[in-house]
T-cell receptor, first 114, second 115 residues
Framework: AQSVTQPDIHITVSEGASLELRCNYSYGATPYLFWYVQSPGQGLQLLLKYFSGDTLVQGIKGFEAEFKRSQSSFNLRKPSVHWSDAAEYFC????????????FGTGTRLLVSP | ETGVTQSPTHLIKTRGQQVTLRCSSQ?????VSWYQQALGQGPQFIFQYYREEENGRGNFPPRFSGLQFPNYSSELNVNALELDDSALYLC??????????????FGEGSRLTVL
């Protein structure tokens, strides 16, 4: 079955430190992969997406993600975290089902300490 | 602001009741998807509507139904509410051009509590 796994429920990072959020996928073929962010009381905002080509993808707000086929991973990174980055982050995959069904991970809550 | 608006933002129902949630999609978008996000979980796909027809459904029972109107706005209806239906219901609109998928623009959701 198609699935996306985010192994970390919570992560705490000091402001200014680097960040890496993990995401693993299980698909028969290379899926399209996405990272979304959800702030409290807000909907989901797309940070970045991977469809094909360059395995390092740049997104908004200084985020990037690297697709690694050998590890079935699509980890999200940011070199220097700001307090405003505190939110819930979701990895999602789309496996070409013929319609736009995104399969989401369970999310990682990022806490930023001063 | 994504241009996707949902109403109501919060509502409380009791078991057995019925609820209708509404979504106004972003201008020009012809596809609406609905997702259920239970507390502490990622969103789960309910179904998608394209040009007023349901063209994909997740693992949800038939008491979850929907409509899409000619202006591409949409409704999600849930009959015979159960406690486990308590969740944030997210609507997302997109412009379908085939694979790969167009970006989904999410609304801020309707928080349903079933007592």
């Amino acid at each position: 079955a198609q699935s996306v796994t985010q192994p970390d429920i919570h992560i705490t990072v000091s402001e200014g430190a680097s960040l890496e959020l993990r995401c693993n996928y299980s698909y028969g073929a290379t899926p399209y992969l996405f990272w979304y962010v959800q702030s409290p009381g807000q909907g989901l905002q797309l940070l970045l997406k991977y469809f094909s080509g360059d395995t390092l993808v740049q997104g908004i707000k200084g985020f990037e993600a690297e697709f690694k086929r050998s590890q079935s991973s699509f980890n999200l990174r940011k070199p220097s975290v700001h307090w405003s980055d505190a939110a819930e982050y979701f990895c999602a995959g789309w496996g070409n089902t013929g319609f736009q069904k995104l399969v989401f991970g369970t999310g990682t809550r990022l806490l930023v300490s001063p | 602001e994504t241009g996707v608006t949902q109403s109501p933002t919060h509502l409380i129902k009791t078991r057995g009741q019925q609820v209708t949630l509404r979504c106004s999609s972003q201008s020009g978008h012809n596809t609406v998807s609905w997702y259920q996000q239970a507390l502490g979980q990622g969103p789960q796909f309910i179904f998608q509507y394209y040009r007023e027809e349901e063209n994909g459904r997740g693992n949800f029972p038939p008491r979850f139904s929907g409509l899409q109107f000619p202006n591409y706005s949409s409704e999600l209806n849930v009959n015979a509410l159960e406690l486990d239906d308590s969740a944030l219901y997210l609507c997302a609109s997109s412009l379908v051009r085939g694979a790969p998928p167009g970006e989904l623009f999410f609304g801020e959701g309707s928080r349903l509590t079933v007592l």
